[in-house]
Nanobody, 122 residues
């Protein structure tokens, strides 16, 4: 019904930058919050940043001042600009979006992408 496709993950040296993108497609009436989460081996999936349809943002303390989340509502796409990358940012990054699929149905469902690998070398 709804697909999220991430792109932009790569191998980068410490101090470098990457920009992740995630596009939502399929049966979409409205998209509320979109966000990025990451999961390192052996760890739980954790919030990195999220943004509401109105543009309100919040970030994990570990990325404040280094990462910026933004979105294009017309394209149902969310971005994550990652600067000053550190080895501890290495993880699989997942996109999530809370979507309403039908004008006749008030149910909101959170969908997840497949993930994109970010590796930061020291």
């Amino acid at each position: 019904q709804v697909q999220l496709v991430e792109s932009g993950g790569d191998l980068v040296q410490a101090g470098g930058s990457l920009r992740l993108s995630c596009a939502a497609s399929g049966r979409i009436f409205s998209v509320d919050t979109m966000g990025w989460y990451h999961q390192a081996p052996g760890n739980q999936r954790e919030l990195v940043a999220r943004i509401t349809s109105g543009g309100r943002t919040n970030y994990a303390d570990s990325v404040k001042g280094r990462f910026t989340i933004s979105r294009d509502n017309a394209k149902n796409t969310v971005y994550l600009q990652m600067n000053s990358l550190k080895p501890e940012d290495t993880a699989v990054y997942y996109c999530a979006a809370t979507v309403r699929t039908d004008v006749r149905d008030s149910l909101w469902t959170t969908y997840w992408g497949q993930g994109t690998q970010v590796t930061v070398s020291s």
